[in-house]
């Protein structure tokens, strides 16, 4: 459910011949977008656009690339992994340079990222991933000299595809990395593996996280080497008091195994966590005295300060709307708390404003202060902060949200951004000075939609890919601040193309105003009446109208909607993360399942005003929180939904898990009337219409339990609905032979068999 919504950063870029880039660059996807994003993202609609580019690369002969860009430490090339050889690319001239050759590499198997020791003279290999979750996070690393040109596979006595976060020491020495959940450290001269934890277990986590930090945080690397490179300091996530969900598995032998997963769900207390620092001489560790009680809080974030041998880190309560900023001393472990901000809702992580990263510090001036992002006047800025918290500027004033940081650059004193302060569909890249004032538009006025920037380490180049709705994802290599094409690309002529996707504001009874897209059948005659399917998701963490290519495709149809006669619609509804002020996003607190329900029926009755509009042929269908919407929608408003279809639905709000679901409705032990109140367990005995329930009973998301307790629900008050159980599928439902046919088979008859498509 807490997933970041698919964009051209995540999802990748539309290859162009000036530009070798890669087309899926958030590290390691699987050969075939569909699977991976499925499992990982509740935007599915957003899936087909990830296909679709995959096919127009494969159709008109444009490469595609394995691996994301790697800047060059001088910031005037950029790096790329191509059939096994990492290739050089001046941004200038795009001339094309072969940095480490394949055959140097093939002992390393199949690469899946790669990073450069600062001085560019060693390159860290990782390959042959396997996944943890929902991410490759699992596998081989092995370091090439550029120097003596020799490969040297790390952690040789430790099973194979088993190291994680591998990362060399500042000082280039050594290397650690995390295996079977603990830590090791291994000298790249000798050889010498030390393990630095020896308690680790599945339910001891020592370096990286469990299920639900990972998940809801986007918490992944859990260890930082010290600035001096003699310790290091990592998370210890303690799930021993969470209970095991069991999973339970029938297909795979003739006795049935459950396969356990530490959860903790909404209303348990969460895994203990802390932080400790490991001194490489003496292979102790000294914990740090976090105050409070490690079951009731959160510690998202740690890193070291620069110049120092302290640490920071940021705690979060249990109900997420307290933050404090602390420094750490890590030969004592003293804490002192430096900065504090509270919500009366939640207070965001970094990873919601750093496209999901959760890792670095914003730091600036040598360490002295750091950039820091809030919503405490109403709107989510930037701020400068100093290090001892005692001094704080607002750098980004007005009525705008910043979306995210893209670069800090000193040197010229510019920190770049991207907001949309006139379109919240949109995103553009703006700039002010590091010492605030008003943001300067630096993309061309002339290109109207979505774009993403990857800047390199000098800032003075970037990577700039833009669509919209009717303009399929193109990259360029830009100049900055000029923002001056060096691949000779014109991108203003995107306006003159078309298609039938229409982009739409409607203001309900309530005064809210959405907004939203439409895409028409063909041939549309406003004299005539159609049925209409909308497309729901609704929830804190996903928008689905967003100016971007193929977003308003349904891959799931067998066919195409538009020719069979439907209007295919979709709004974004108060909660949905869009860059529209605090307000916006955080008027849902404690009423999910309600407030935006209610949005999404009562834009759906003014659509029903429109005279082309067949009120009798309303459907509307979602996938994880777009299942929970559909089913809320079905349930609650008979009278406007006549048929759903419902994915991965959470059913009760009680069986997901504690952070993401008590960070927006806080603590069953306060109100649980209010979980009650928006789970559509609570309303199945309205159903009405026809619904459609699909679910995997592998899925370790958002379980399998959700459907047998609404099934359950629904036959005690003998309501008659269709029910599609996929065995051992995971919350994508991607695995087995047939299965995404099969899915979309069933999809679409339910569909064409319950709402109708053409005029009427």
């Known amino acids: 459910m807490a997933y970041f919504p698919l964009t051209n950063q995540t999802l990748g870029h539309f290859v162009t011949p000036l530009l070798p880039f890669n087309i899926f660059p958030a590290g390691d996807w699987a050969l075939f977008p569909y699977f991976y994003a499925l499992q990982t993202q509740p935007d599915i609609m957003q899936l087909f656009r990830n296909l679709l580019l995959l096919c127009l690369c494969v159709c008109i002969g444009l490469p595609v690339l394995s691996q994301d860009i790697t800047w060059s430490a001088d910031g005037n090339a950029y790096y790329t992994e191509e059939n096994g050889a990492i290739m050089a690319y001046q941004v200038k001239d795009n001339q094309r340079s072969e940095k480490v050759p394949a055959k140097a590499l093939s002992a390393a198997g199949t690469i899946s990222s790669f990073t450069f020791s600062p001085d560019e003279q060693k390159v860290l290999i990782f390959s042959n991933t396997r996944r943890v979750w ?43 990395y995390v295996s079977d959940h603990n830590l090791y450290v291994e000298d790249l001269v000798s050889g010498k593996i030390e393990q630095l934890t020896k308690d680790g277990t599945r339910r001891l986590i020592n370096g990286t996280f469990d299920w639900a930090y990972e998940e809801e945080f ?35 032998s003739i006795y049935s195994y459950t396969i356990p997963v530490e959860y903790p769900k909404a209303g348990v207390s969460p895994s203990a966590c802390k932080v400790g620092v490991v001194n490489l001489a003496t292979k102790k560790t000294t914990w740090m005295q976090v105050p409070g009680d490690a079951q009731q809080h959160y510690i998202p974030r740690m890193e070291w300060m620069p110049g120092k041998n ?26 002192q708390t430096v900065y504090t901000e509270t919500d009366e809702a939640w207070l965001d992580v970094k990873s919601a404003w750093d496209d999901g990263d959760i890792t670095g510090w914003d730091w600036i001036q040598d360490g002295k202060a750091f950039m820091w992002v809030s919503e405490k006047d109403g709107w989510r800025h930037l701020y400068r902060i100093s290090a001892d918290g005692k001094q704080e500027q607002l750098l980004t004033p007005g009525d705008y949200d910043v979306i995210n940081i893209n670069k800090i650059d000193e040197k010229n004193n510019l920190v770049y ?131 971007g290519f193929g977003n308003a495709q349904n891959f799931l149809y067998a066919g195409n909607m538009s020719e069979d006669g439907y209007i295919y619609i979709s709004l974004d509804n108060r909660g949905t993360p869009a860059p529209k002020g605090r307000t916006w996003r955080k008027s849902i607190y404690r009423k999910v399942g309600v407030l935006n329900a209610r949005d999404q029926a009562m834009g759906a009755k003014e659509i029903l005003k429109w005279p082309f509009v067949d009120a009798d042929r309303i459907a509307v269908w979602g996938w994880s929180g777009g299942g929970s919407m559909t089913l809320n929608l079905l349930f609650q408003y008979p009278e406007i939904y006549k048929t759903g279809i419902a994915v991965a639905a959470v059913a009760n709000q009680l069986t997901y898990d504690n952070i993401y679901q008590e960070r927006f409705m806080g603590l069953p032990s306060e109100n649980l009337e209010d979980f009650v109140k928006g789970s559509p367990i609570t309303y199945a005995k309205n159903l009405q219409g026809q619904l459609l329930y699909i679910h995997g009973t592998g899925d370790d998301n958002v379980h399998y339990q959700n459907a047998e307790m609404l099934v359950n629900e629904l036959i005690k008050y003998r309501k008659l609905f269709q029910f599609m159980p996929y065995p051992n599928r995971t919350h994508g439902i991607s695995e087995g032979a047939g299965t995404y046919e099969h899915l979309s088979a069933l999809y679409t008859q339910f569909l064409r068999e319950h709402c109708k498509p053409g005029a009427k």
Not at 225 to 250: E, G, H, P, T, V
Not at 443 to 462: D, E, M, R, V, W
Not at 469 to 492: A, C, N
């Open 310 to 335: 302290s640490l920071m880190i940021q705690q979060l309560n249990r109900k997420q709307n307290t933050s404090k900023l602390m420094v750490l001393d890590p030969v004592s472990g003293k804490a």
């Open 134 to 176: 929902r991410y490759n996070t699992r596998g081989d690393y092995w370091l090439y000299d550029l120097k003596t040109s020799q490969l040297k596979k790390l952690g040789k006595s430790l099973p194979e595809t088993t190291l994680m976060f591998t990362k060399l020491s500042p000082d280039g020495k050594k290397a650690a």
């Open 417 to 547: 951004f991207i907001a949309s302060p006139e379109n919240a569909t949109q995103q553009y890249l703006y700039r002010i000075p590091l010492s605030g004032g008003k943001a300067e538009r630096v993309t061309p006025a002339s290109q109207a939609g979505i774009h993403k920037y990857k800047i390199s380490s000098n800032a003075l180049f970037a990577i700039h890919s833009f669509e919209n709705h009717q303009f399929t994802p193109q990259s360029e290599r830009i100049s900055l601040p000029d923002h001056k094409s060096l691949s000779g690309k014109d991108f203003g002529a995107a306006a003159g193309r078309k298609n039938n996707v229409e982009f739409f504001k409607i203001t309900t009874e309530d005064g809210v105003t959405m907004d939203g897209w439409i895409t028409k059948p063909s041939n549309f005659d406003s004299t005539k009446k159609y049925p209409v399917v909308f497309y729901v998701y609704g929830e804190p963490a996903s928008c689905t109208v967003q100016d």
């Open 218 to 252: 986007g918490c992944r690397d859990g260890f930082r080497w010290s600035n001096d490179s003699r310790s290091i300091a990592y998370w210890q996530i303690d799930a021993r008091k969470i209970r095991d969900f069991l999973m339970i598995r029938n297909t795979d």
